[in-house]
């Protein structure tokens, strides 16, 4: 089975430019959810999607934004970039094949490498 | 709400001694704890989980790690390591969210650095 894999690998932009990042579930999983990774943060929870729906979305701002599709696959965007977007961006996807479960394992992508210059 | 304390942030170690990587967490309500391990340019790689059950773990690539109630630690221990092991390990505490959803909650993450 494929495993989450998560397009552009690598990106550069500028500030105040925009960008969407793509993530594409592991087959049969349901639950998508972001996180962003930097060096002086670590990683924090950006947001969660199950059934095309925003389940919860951690502390960061309105520039940052997703949304799910019928066949799971998710999308994030930045808009207007700042150079504190810079960061790995993880997907992770997991089966949620009940209501709700925090026993269910995770299941990381490669990330995507975001340069704001 | 939830937090990972993991307690050193750089671990150097020689190839064939065992190592230990120390995390804490604080939770209000029933834990469920992970470690993940991140090669460089990688992404996040499930090494065990605790949910229930023997407090004694065991994961991938000969880790595990034990559940301690009491002192609200998930250690990590390897008895001997490889060159290989080399990468950046990640306690994580499964946490609600407003929404009835759950997130995972991050440590800061410990550099392991085997040498020769």
């Known amino acids: 089975k494929a495993g989450v894999t998560q397009t552009p690998r690598y990106l550069i932009k500028t500030r105040g430019q925009q960008v969407t990042l793509s993530c594409s579930p592991i087959?049969?999983?349901?639950?998508v959810s972001w996180y962003q990774q930097t060096p002086g943060q670590g990683l924090q929870f950006l947001f969660e999607y199950f059934s095309e729906t925003q389940r919860n979305k951690g502390n960061f701002p309105g520039r940052f934004s997703g949304r799910q599709f019928s066949n799971s696959r998710s999308e994030m965007n930045v808009s207007t970039l700042e150079l504190g977007d810079s960061a790995l961006y993880l997907c992770?996807?997991?089966?949620?094949?009940?209501?709700?479960?925090?026993?269910?394992?995770?299941?990381f992508g490669p990330g995507t490498r975001l340069l704001v210059l | 709400a939830q937090s990972v304390t993991q307690l050193d942030s750089q671990v150097p170690v020689f190839e064939e001694a065992p190592v230990e990587l120390r995390c804490n967490y604080s939770s209000s309500v029933s834990v469920y704890l992970f470690w993940y391990v991140q090669y460089p340019n990688q992404g996040l790689q499930l090494l065990l989980k605790y949910l229930s059950g023997s407090t004694l773990v065991k994961g991938i690539n000969g880790f595990e790690a034990e559940f301690n109630k009491s002192q609200t630690s998930f250690h990590l221990r390897k008895p001997s390591v490889h060159i290989s092991d080399t990468a950046e390990y990640f306690c994580?505490?499964?946490?609600?969210?407003?929404?009835?959803?759950?997130?995972?909650?991050f440590g800061k993450g410990t550099k392991l650095t085997v040498n020769p």
């Open positions: 994580a505490v499964s946490a609600l969210t407003q929404g009835g959803s759950e997130k995972l909650v």
């Open positions: 992770a996807s997991k089966l949620r094949g009940r209501s709700w479960s925090y026993q269910e394992t995770q299941y």
């Open positions: 087959s049969g999983h349901r639950s």
